[in-house]
């Protein structure tokens, strides 16, 4: 008798341990649930913060340049901030910098392409990373750029993107509606492709807008001249291959500095060659 009630006792004694551990792993699923629930939302409001916030010297409202600057609304109801670099040229160069693009390496970069007159715009999602959530928005700042441009008397013109300006240089052809020379440098396929290679964790998936460079090259029916860097780690590889597929189908020149990576093509005399050279020969 007495080794039963022993026996009932450690059934008992089991069954209840069962129930805690149960209980325990189903509110330990609760809470891991809610703090991953939390890490997602934080990290899509604030993905411009984690992920694409400019480095501080990369800032380039506020600095000292060459240019003058002159005051535009844009789409958005707030001042657009457009540059102008005369030259005394009869052709314009709109460049759309890259990200991450520094007061001395816009200097060294502009002093190099003496042959246009040139111009850009403060984009100011760049700095803060807001350009993910705020696509909207940083288009109408491209479309205000194309009204300006639009009113300008001199009538050639090259259009060119670095890296992540190359999407918006892309754009901006779109908008003019006119096979200008369009010259992009490491243009990425998609941004969504280039998280997914960059970042171990799928960020990717809580990306509010994705900018997809491959379906406004498609509709480009001008020059096009691209240049590429040999040793580029910042982009997937297959990225590289298929934008650069898409483009030798068009009409084309193509360009690869050796002994660069993805942000160092300005450093190397060739860069300035294929611009002052090969590219305004086309435009001249």
Do not use: W
Not at 127 to 156: P, Y
Request: proline fraction near 1%; include cysteine.
């Amino acid at each position: 008798m007495e080794n039963k009630l022993v026996a009932f006792d450690i059934i008992n004694d089991k069954q209840k341990m069962l129930k805690l551990t149960k209980t325990t792993l189903k509110h330990i699923s609760i809470v891991l649930y809610f703090v991953l629930y939390c890490a997602v939302v934080i990290t899509f409001a604030f993905q411009n913060q984690f992920i694409f916030r400019a480095p501080e010297d990369c800032k380039l409202i506020g600095r000292e340049t060459a240019f003058a600057r002159i005051q535009t609304s844009s789409k958005n109801d707030s001042e657009l901030k457009i540059y102008v670099k005369n030259n005394n040229s009869e052709v314009d160069l709109i460049f759309f910098h890259g990200r991450t693009m520094s007061v001395k390496v816009l200097d060294k970069v502009t002093e190099g392409l003496t042959g246009y007159n040139i111009i850009y715009y403060y984009c100011r999602g760049y700095e803060d990373g807001t350009f993910v959530r705020n696509k909207k928005n940083i288009m109408g700042d491209v479309a205000a750029l194309a009204e300006f441009v639009g009113s300008r008397t001199r009538k050639k013109m090259v259009v060119f993107g670095q890296s992540f300006g190359c999407h918006f240089a892309l754009y901006f052809t779109k908008l003019m509606n006119k096979d200008h020379i369009l010259v992009l440098e490491n243009p990425f396929y998609s941004l969504r492709s280039v998280i997914k290679h960059k970042f171990s964790l799928p960020l990717y998936f809580l990306l509010a807008h994705d900018y997809r460079n491959a379906e406004l090259l498609e509709k480009v029916t001008g020059k096009i001249f691209l240049i590429l860097s040999e040793n580029d780690r910042y982009l997937p590889k297959i990225d590289i291959v298929k934008m650069r597929n898409l483009i030798e189908s068009k009409n084309a020149q193509i360009f690869v500095i050796e002994g660069v990576g993805h942000a160092d093509v300005g450093k190397k005399e060739e860069f300035f060659s294929i611009l002052n050279d090969n590219v305004y020969s086309e435009v001249a």
